[in-house]
């Protein structure tokens, strides 16, 4: 429950991490099953924390896309008998932007409109990206990952170092006071590239984390003794999660040298990581940009930003998706 695109009055989370990590990822059957069962009580615990109960709707806001086509649909099912019970407006939204939107909950960072145009690395288990946001529902795609995301590429290789799910955090958490330049894995697309790629982006600001699991399966291949001796394992995590957080950063100091912008930001749940989040830091030191980095909270998937975006959105007169069916693939721009 978000009051005026931007207060957060009440925020509740269900968290299916528990059903999936068995599995070492998301088991879409599983999400979709647990959404269902989880709704009712999540949206009747938001409503009831908030403290303005149901008349206190003005609309209900929902993720049409990109995401699981059947935990969207889920979501969407019970968003649409909502607004139908209530007689308020049912606003369809994209996950992507809503992410872009949590660095603005709680005033995190002033509004859009004051601060524009801003540099966004979104970077989530499903996307890594570099957009250009020149205002509120105003972006530009500079950059895409061409294969895996950033946080699938930690979640595997988590995985494949025998640390579960999510990987992200717990490689992070196995990678304290490792060595980052035990290894020197690789960094994505080579800058050799000329010229730009299929999808019209430049490669200079695209990503690809592919190659970067690859190298750490052989790494762990030839040296077994990764998985015997403790600080070994422990600089090897660390060079990996070094390798994405670098490649990440190089991106951004690219595309801050190409586009003139006020100021950077970051979101999504790999933006939780701290070495991200010092990096990115010391980036806006280095070229003297402001940064904002959405809070903690709002970082990792959250209906909070889902909320403030419709709002936000809705206050300023523009339309959003009527929310008649998923979008799996829905793009951001
Ligand atoms: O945004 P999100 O909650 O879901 C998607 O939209 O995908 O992001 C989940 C991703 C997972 O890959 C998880 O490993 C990663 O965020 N993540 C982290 C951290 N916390 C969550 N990655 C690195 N460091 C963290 N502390
Ligand atoms: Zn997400």
Redesign the pocket.
């Known amino acids: 429950m978000v009051r005026d695109g931007c207060e957060v009055l009440s925020s509740v989370i269900s968290s299916q991490i528990d059903q999936h990590s068995p599995y070492g990822g998301v088991v879409p059957e599983i999400a979709s099953r647990s959404h269902v069962e989880a709704l009712p009580s999540v949206v009747a615990a938001a409503v009831r924390n908030a403290g303005v109960g149901w008349d206190g709707l003005d609309a209900v806001a929902v993720t049409c896309g990109p995401g699981l086509a059947s935990s969207l649909m889920a979501g969407l099912i019970a968003a649409r008998a909502l607004a139908y019970r209530i007689g308020k407006p049912l606003l369809g939204l994209n996950?992507l932007e809503a992410?872009i939107y949590s660095v603005f909950l709680d005033r995190a960072a002033p509004p859009p409109s004051e601060i524009a145009p801003l540099l966004f690395l979104t970077v989530?288990?499903?996307?890594t990206n570099l957009v250009l946001m020149r205002g509120l529902h105003d972006y530009e795609m500079l950059g895409t990952t061409l294969d895996d995301?950033a946080?699938?590429a930690?979640?595997k290789g988590a995985k494949l170092l025998g640390l579960g799910y999510?990987?992200?955090?717990a490689?992070?958490k196995t990678s304290k006071g490792g060595r980052a330049d035990y290894i020197r894995f690789p960094r994505g697309v080579s800058s050799a590239t000329n010229g730009n790629l299929a999808n019209g982006l430049n490669p200079k600001m695209c990503f690809s984390f592919s190659g970067v699991k690859t190298s750490l399966l052989y790494y762990t291949k030839k040296h077994p003794e990764v998985f015997s001796n403790p600080s070994v394992f422990r600089d090897v995590a660390c060079s990996y999660q070094a390798a994405i957080i670098d490649a990440m950063i190089r991106r951004v100091r690219f595309a801050v040298g190409l586009h003139k912008v006020n100021a950077l930001a970051c979101a999504?749940?790999?933006a939780?990581?701290?070495l991200?989040r010092d990096s990115m830091t010391l980036l806006a030191g280095e070229t003297g940009i402001p940064l904002y980095l959405a809070p903690n909270e709002y970082?990792?998937?959250n209906a909070a930003m889902v909320a403030g975006l419709g709002g936000a959105l809705d206050m300023a007169g523009i339309e959003t998706s009527p929310a008649f069916d998923v979008e799996p693939r829905m793009p951001l721009a």
């Open positions: 996950h992410h989530s288990g499903g996307h995301a946080g699938e930690l979640d999510p990987g992200g955090p490689i992070e999504g749940g790999v939780r990581n701290t991200l970082c990792t998937d």
